[in-house]
């Protein structure tokens, strides 16, 4: 499996892509507006044909570059079924196999950061990979309080993704500290979201962050269930 991470300074958002080495089909996960030139570079570089491009939820800080990539290379552009995005190609539901070439990943609907959050599971070479959107970060998990936001439905959502390989490795889709990886084994032990009993301790936890709301929130949501149209 050819893969690469990519990252946007602004939002501190991870692009991920992944494509098959034999058949050179390539899917962009969580991609930014304003890195497509950058995507279609790299795409061209490597020789790769692009898919499908798709988001693990309706992001709040940046536009996603799922229209774009579109318009660009044809590609497929797919949301979760819960964000009810008229504007995708298609939607994946709960345990969906999507393949690109012999890349095969595997859809679970992870609500709790927002109704539509998803992760995606990969398995390569028995190496596991998990790309955890918002829901799991790396020390850290997303915030529940707002676009239908969960914090016990999160906290089964993250129950869910504990359970897979110790020796999974975790991609999220943002970190804002300088962490790139990290593993099912270390959010186990180190996380402190995680060191908890049950899901009223989580949300008392959720429910007392106090966060800002993100700068471009009021941009970005409209703009991403429109695959990143602004106008």
Same mark, same amino acid.
């Given at each position: 499996?050819?893969?690469?991470?990519?990252?946007? *300074?602004?939002?501190?958002? %991870?692009?991920?892509?992944?494509?098959?080495?034999?058949?050179?089909?390539?899917?962009?996960?969580?991609?930014? #507006?304003?890195?497509?030139?950058?995507?279609?570079?790299?795409?061209?570089?490597?020789?790769?044909?692009?898919?499908?491009?798709? $988001?693990?939820?309706?992001?709040? $800080?940046?536009?996603?570059?799922?229209?774009? =990539?579109?318009?660009?290379?044809?590609? /497929?552009? =797919? /949301?979760?079924?819960?964000?009810?995005?008229?504007?995708?190609?298609?939607?994946?539901?709960?345990?969906?196999?999507?393949?690109?070439?012999?890349? !095969?990943?595997?859809?679970?609907?992870?609500?709790?950061?927002? $109704?539509?959050? @998803?992760?995606?599971? !990969?398995?390569?070479?028995?190496?596991?990979? =998990?790309?955890?959107? $918002?829901?799991?970060?790396?020390?850290?998990?997303? *915030?529940?309080?707002?676009?239908?936001?969960?914090? !016990?439905?999160? %906290?089964?959502?993250? &129950?869910? &993704? =504990?359970?897979?390989?110790?020796?999974?490795?975790?991609?999220?889709?943002?970190?804002?500290?300088?962490?790139?990886? #990290?593993?099912?084994?270390?959010?186990? *032990?180190?996380?402190?979201?995680?060191?908890?009993?049950?899901?009223?301790? @989580?949300k008392q936890i959720m429910d007392n962050l106090n966060l800002?709301?993100?700068? /471009?929130?009021?941009?970005?949501?409209?703009?991403?269930?429109?695959?990143?149209?602004?106008?």
């Amino acid at each position: 499996m050819i893969f690469r991470q990519l990252f946007d *300074r602004n939002s501190s958002t %991870y692009t991920y892509l992944l494509a098959d080495e034999i058949s050179h089909q390539a899917v962009l996960i969580d991609p930014v #507006s304003e890195h497509t030139a950058l995507y279609l570079q790299l795409l061209n570089e490597l020789q790769l044909d692009l898919t499908y491009a798709m $988001d693990t939820h309706t992001h709040a $800080d940046h536009i996603t570059a799922l229209g774009k =990539l579109r318009e660009e290379t044809g590609c /497929m552009t =797919l /949301m979760g079924e819960q964000a009810g995005s008229a504007c995708a190609s298609g939607s994946f539901s709960n345990q969906q196999k999507i393949s690109v070439g012999d890349v !095969v990943i595997t859809t679970l609907h992870t609500p709790g950061h927002t $109704d539509d959050s @998803y992760c995606f599971f !990969v398995e390569v070479s028995e190496q596991h990979y =998990l790309f955890s959107g $918002d829901t799991l970060l790396i020390r850290g998990t997303g *915030r529940t309080d707002f676009q239908n936001g969960d914090a !016990v439905e999160q %906290y089964q959502s993250l &129950l869910q &993704l =504990l359970a897979l390989p110790d020796s999974t490795w975790v991609y999220p889709a943002h970190d804002y500290k300088g962490y790139t990886v #990290s593993t099912i084994e270390e959010e186990k *032990r180190h996380n402190p979201r995680l060191q908890i009993a049950n899901a009223t301790q @989580y949300k008392q936890i959720m429910d007392n962050l106090n966060l800002p709301d993100p700068k /471009m929130m009021d941009v970005a949501v409209p703009a991403n269930r429109a695959c990143g149209d602004i106008s």
